[in-house]
């Protein structure tokens, strides 16, 4: 049985006080990130507090993006030891806004897999088509392009460190959520790549996550199909009791309850 992920990706979004008001609320609620994987993706600056407010509650973080070199003349950009230094464990890589908003081609977004993979960090790899791809018939092949171009230069343990976000770019930050049945399909379509690519093993345990518009309301709908086994969510984890009541609604009873 594949752990079920709520993470938060904050965009561009909460100051340091902000922050800190957000973790101290939801990190002392009994129970969270027991039997089920707890992920922030705060901005660069709020990095630095994770460590300290979270504690040794079982939660984990990562960065929203970082650059695929060591060091040097990239104004602007963050580097993979910077962020090694912060105790980030994930890397979030190839967001769509990244993709789309910043020019990052395939080509990008495997160099900074690769150095994730490097620097020990697991990549969260995200991939999504745009309106007219769906409307046009191309979402499968958008999508396989984007998972097979994330896969092409691992091997079977950095592919078993890697986990999908499948986000449509038109159900981000527009309540326009993907129904839970076509949501399935495209992480099963991801996860059957996966096994050609890598393996059977890896596929069976790689976390498939959905995210666009998640909200209390339709996470429960997610979680029940079979390939998808969490959610990356925006608006919707800004907010202590929204995210909360996301994790709760999605896990009913086993809120909390580590798994023998
Ligand atoms: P929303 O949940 O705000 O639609 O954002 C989804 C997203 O882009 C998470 O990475």
Redesign the pocket.
Known sequence: MREKIFAG?W?MNKTLAETEAFLQEFVNYPGIGRGHQVLFFPPFTALVLMKELIGSVPIQWGSQNMHSKDSGAFTGEISPLMLAELGCSHV?IG???RREIFGESDAMVAEKIAAAHKHGFKPMV?VGETLEERKGGQADVKVLRQVDSALADLTAEQAARQSF?Y?PIW????GLNASSGDAQTMCALIRKRVTEKVSEDVSAAMPILY????KPGNIAEYLQQPDIDGA??????LKPDSFLEIIKNALGDLFGQVAN
């Open positions: 990706n965009k979030l967001h769509s806004e995200c976000a986000e159900a981000i930050g527009t995210g666009g518009s998640v990356l969510v925006g608006g919707a984890s």
